[in-house]
Nanobody, 118 residues
């Protein structure tokens, strides 16, 4: 079983910054990647950023240049530094871990609310 614990959400004004953290316990699984997704009210969950165990990074176009993802493989931890936040970044942010033993599996954190006021 994989458990993911998120922290760092909150309420900020437009232009301010937040840092999200996610710590995972991977047991016997091999980590493929970790990342952040978000879901705004009435919208589908979307990828924000991801990082593979090899360090390859992917960002949604809407956050490029503003958000930075980083990870610590030894601690199974991933961070999301969010700068220049906009009201449209308001959403519940979910940590994701993709792991493999016999099958590839996705695990999710409980979600953390990020609210950006204008």
């Amino acid at each position: 079983q994989v458990q993911l614990v998120e922290s760092g959400g909150g309420l900020v004004q437009a232009g301010e910054s937040l840092r999200l953290s996610c710590a995972g316990s991977m047991s016997t699984f091999r980590l493929i990647s970790m990342g952040w997704y978000r879901q705004a009210p009435g919208k589908q969950r979307e990828l924000v950023a991801s990082i593979t165990s090899g360090g390859r990074i992917n960002y949604a176009d809407s956050v490029k240049g503003r958000f930075t993802i980083s990870g610590d493989n030894a601690k199974n931890t991933v961070y999301l530094q969010m700068n220049s936040l906009r009201p449209e970044d308001t959403a519940v942010y979910y940590c994701n871990a993709r792991v493999v033993d016999l099958l590839i599996r996705d695990y999710w954190g409980q979600g953390t609310q990020v609210t950006v006021s204008s």
